[in-house]
């Protein structure tokens, strides 16, 4: 079973930029579709962004379109979060995980990564 280490997590004013990195261990990472979520304390896991195992396609959550971009690179195993434009309401912990579901719902996804924090200071 794959297992997912995010880290590039921190606190960072509105307005800046970070980047997101999730390494996997173990299987074939170029055949998993991946995608990254994040929860806000007190708030259900939101859909971030999906990419394809080619890395050929991708799809975003409304409230970050435009903003993040989501990438991967398979001779290293990692998928990317780049974070642009950050804003407050960005804070929450950011997790990786494995799509083996067919929507982009939470439970269309496994093997979660223990996740990253983000902070987003106005």
């Known amino acids: 079973q794959v297992q997912l280490v995010e880290s590039g997590g921190g606190l960072v004013q509105a307005g800046g930029s970070l980047r997101l990195s999730c390494a996997a261990s173990r299987g074939s990472f170029s055949s998993y579709a991946m995608g990254w979520f994040r929860q806000a304390p007190g708030k259900e896991r939101e859909f971030v962004a999906f990419?394809?195992?080619?890395?050929?396609?991708?799809r975003y959550g409304d409230s970050v379109k435009g903003r993040f971009t989501i990438s991967r690179d398979n001779a290293k195993n990692t998928v990317y979060l780049q974070m642009n434009s950050l804003k407050p309401e960005d804070t929450a912990v950011y997790y990786c995980?494995?799509?083996?579901?067919?929507?982009?719902?939470?439970?269309?996804?496994?093997?979660w990564g223990q996740g990253t924090q983000v902070t987003v200071s106005s």
């Open positions: 995980a494995k799509k083996t579901g067919i929507w982009y719902e939470q439970s269309d996804f496994g093997s």
């Open positions: 990419i394809s195992g080619s890395g050929g396609s991708t």
